[in-house]
Nanobody, 111 residues
Framework: QAQLLESGGGSVHPGGSLTLSCVAS????????TAWYRQIPGKERELVAQ???????TYGDFVKGRFTISRDNSKNSLDLQMNNLESEDTATYFC?????WGQGIQVTVGS
């Protein structure tokens, strides 16, 4: 059974950095289209970053070069490096390996 377990969330000041990690079990991420999504209460879930099986990456318009998605095949993990965080980045972040979802992890940006 596929499981995706996120870690690395928490609270940070504006301008700070966090790295989210998603470790997969039961599946090999290298064979999946993978992504990070986020959801703010009252709003729809939105794409943060996507990493295809071919290594092609896409990012949400709001990222503006601040985030980097990557995959560590040795750890079977999907990572999201987030720099220069803004209060608007406060959300629950979800790991996705189509069609599987992680439980989500909270990121809070505030002073």
């Amino acid at each position: 059974q596929a499981q995706l377990l996120e870690s690395g969330g928490g609270s940070v000041h504006p301008g700070g950095s966090l790295t989210l990690s998603c470790v997969a079990s039961g599946i090999s991420l290298i064979f999946y289209r993978t992504a990070w999504y986020r959801q703010i209460p009252g709003k729809e879930r939105e794409l943060v970053a996507q990493l295809g099986r071919d290594g092609y990456t896409t990012y949400g318009d709001f990222v503006k070069g601040r985030f980097t998605i990557s995959r560590d095949n040795s750890k079977n993990s999907l990572d999201l490096q987030m720099n220069n965080l803004e209060s608007e980045d406060t959300a629950t972040y979800f790991c996705h390996a189509f069609p599987h979802w992680g439980q989500g992890i909270q990121v809070t940006v505030g002073s």
